[in-house]
């Protein structure tokens, strides 16, 4: 098991690093669900069954999700593909939850 404390002082931040702290926890792992934060996935890990919270900035989403005007609070919408689902929950106003899923797709 490896266990995070912070970077060295003599690091320098590195591109992807979440994705690299996510693959190190799972190696060797098989037929377990994972589900973390949006700092510590990319949709490129399409091999484990991952679960998190969704940047909105993300260029891979579809509009359709992102859009809020004209939505009924305590609504959903879902998109999907090949390999993930994406759900877009509306909770308050103005405050668009999205959840990504690579564990529910068409592939299953």
């Known amino acids: 098991m490896q266990i995070y404390s912070g970077k060295a002082s003599s690091e320098t931040r590195k591109k992807n690093q979440g994705m690299r702290v996510v693959l190190d926890m799972v190696n060797g792992l098989k037929g377990h669900n994972v ?18 919270n969704c940047k909105k900035n993300k260029p891979e989403l579809p509009r359709e999700v992102l859009q809020l005007k004209c939505r009924k609070l305590n609504s959903s919408r879902f998109a999907f593909s090949e390999d993930c689902t994406i759900v877009s929950y509306l909770p308050k106003k103005n405050k668009n939850v999205l959840v990504l899923s690579t564990m529910h797709n068409d592939n299953q």
């Open 35 to 52: 589900t973390c934060d949006n700092f510590f996935t990319s949709t490129e890990i399409k091999e484990f069954n991952l679960g998190w």
